[in-house]
């Protein structure tokens, strides 16, 4: 079996989802988005700013990570830099130490992400599944926070866009793993607009709870 494509059954085997990773993305919809649709605000602009820089960083990094460019730690100081200025964006709503909550969780993210690529490289399967409960634990913890500081975040809709998040990068992993250019770049479309979702999402609760 081509190495490449092993680390791909490995990866998929891990987070569950051998065999279903080329179908359609749906558009996530919810009440509480389309309640505050209307008018534009600092933080929503604000909050897609750094999901779209978020989308493009990470993939920044898996590029250079496994194509062994040797730029992937200057690829993930700026990725990690990135998850910083999400608490920085909560700080003016909910204060320094909630920001520096979602800042830790977000970095804890991204770090177990890392961590999940390297164990794909070097095929451990155990460590892989491992990783990916860590991984879906920090996003139940992230679900769990938000929801506290602002109730008009629901935990459902949370949950989902997570569950979507996690989803959708790991099927980019697999796809450009398995060198499958097309699906690789389609999933990448299909990050960043999930991406924009969830920065909207978030936007418009808090527009809710602070009009």
């Known amino acids: ?101 979602i800042s830790t969780l977000f970095k804890e993210h991204v770090l177990i992400a890392v961590d999940l690529l390297a164990a794909a490289k070097v095929k451990s399967i155990s460590r892989l599944r491992q990783l990916d409960k860590q991984w879906r634990t920090n996003a139940q913890e992230m679900v769990t926070l938000l929801h506290t500081i602002n109730p008009h975040l629901e935990e459902k809709d949370l949950k989902a866009l997570w569950k979507a998040h996690l989803t959708l990068t790991a099927e980019e992993v697999m796809a450009r793993l398995s060198k499958k250019w097309k699906a690789d770049l389609k999933k990448f479309e299909e990050i960043f607009e999930q991406s924009l979702e969830i920065a909207d999402y978030l936007a418009a609760g808090i527009k809710i709870q602070f009009p």
């Open 1 to 101: 079996m081509n190495k490449k494509w092993l680390i791909a059954s490995l990866f998929a085997i891990a987070v569950g989802i051998a065999g279903g990773y080329f179908i359609a993305y749906k558009r996530f919809s919810s009440p509480v988005t389309l309640k505050a649709a209307s008018g534009t605000c600092e933080l929503s602009v604000t909050l897609r700013k750094l999901w779209a820089q978020q989308a493009f960083l990470t993939r920044n990094y898996m590029l250079a990570e496994l194509n062994e460019t040797g730029d992937s730690p200057i690829a993930l100081e700026q990725l990690l830099l990135n998850q910083e200025q999400f608490g920085d964006a909560f700080v003016e709503y909910y204060g320094q130490q909630v920001g520096q909550q």
